[in-house]
């Protein structure tokens, strides 16, 4: 990382435009199983709402808790088939300060092995800002509703 | 729900308990995460909170659970959210998924069915809200 980088935010770092690396993973029938027992809805579709595509995708890129979840978009197509592969493509779409914060908007689409379409996500971010531990900044956004 | 639904009619759902254990589980079971403030206490204090908070993606679990049992697979395939998370979830919080239809509509041949959709806590605040779509029939 060079010595602009180190000293820049998050927020500065994350550029419009830029295409997140994609990554791949399986979603297991015993995933699926959890997930179910977990959420205690037997019919859950979409485990992948504990995936965070578009979350995840950013952590990769960024690290752990540099991104505060505030919002979600989602379409869904088909359900996640266990077993599997799925490929997870992620952008930055947006970015821009309200009442002095700093949101960032991440795109995701899911795609399975055979090329079935699970879901379109979007992620409303808060990113870090400064020193200050990130979720700081949401519980003040949070108290001053 | 079929044909009986109309616009104003509200929905709901099972409440759901947030669970210390329930949140710790929904951190590992899809992505495994570092501990954090929806998993780990000693990291939600560090930050200044007095205890664990649950995800954004906890309430989305819950409200797809509302639309699965009301709009089946109009929900599971072409179903569409956008919600924001506008207050905390706490650790031992209860949570319901409300919704309430806006608007049926013709679309791709088929009725579609558009909502307000929110979770609430055992307070009655509200902690998430937004709109979602699904088919009927």
């Not at chain 1, 088939?81 to 799925?86: A, E, H, T």
């Not at chain 1, 399975?112 to 379109?120: A, N, P, S, Y």
């Not at chain 2, 569409?80 to 679309?107: F, H, L, N, Q, S």
């Amino acid at each position: 990382m060079s010595d602009q980088a180190a000293t820049q935010t998050i927020y500065e770092r994350a550029q419009v435009g830029e295409t997140l690396e994609p990554f791949e993973y399986v979603i297991t029938q015993a995933m699926l199983d959890e997930y179910r027992q977990i959420v205690r809805n037997p019919r859950a579709a979409y485990p992948t709402v504990a995936g965070r595509h578009a979350l995840r995708a950013w952590t990769n890129r960024f690290g752990p808790a540099t991104l505060a979840n505030v919002g979600a978009e989602c379409e869904y197509f088909n359900p996640v088939v266990p077993g599997k592969r799925i490929r997870v493509e992620a952008t930055i779409v947006d970015k821009y300060l309200r009442r002095d914060k700093p949101f960032v908007i991440v795109d995701s689409t899911s795609v399975d092995e055979d090329g079935r379409m699970i879901e379109k996500s979007r992620l409303v971010g808060m990113a870090a800002k400064g020193q200050k531990p990130l979720f700081t900044e949401v519980q003040k956004k949070w108290e001053t509703k | 729900m079929g044909n009986e639904i109309a616009v104003g009619q509200e929905i709901t759902s099972a409440s759901h308990l947030i669970s210390h254990e329930m949140l710790v589980a929904f951190e590992r079971v899809i992505w495994t995460r570092v501990a954090n403030v929806h998993s780990d206490p000693v990291t939600a204090k560090r930050v200044g909170m007095d205890r664990t908070i649950a995800s954004g993606q906890n309430q989305l679990a819950i409200l797809h659970q509302m639309m699965e049992e009301h709009f089946g697979d109009g929900w599971v395939r072409g179903g569409k959210i956008a919600a924001r998370w506008v207050c905390p979830v706490y650790v031992d919080d209860t949570i319901t998924p409300y919704g309430r239809i806006t608007a049926i509509e013709e679309a791709d041949g088929k009725q579609r069915v558009a909502l307000a959709v929110w979770c609430q806590n055992q307070s009655g605040a509200k902690t998430g809200t937004g709109t979602a779509q699904a088919y009927l029939g």
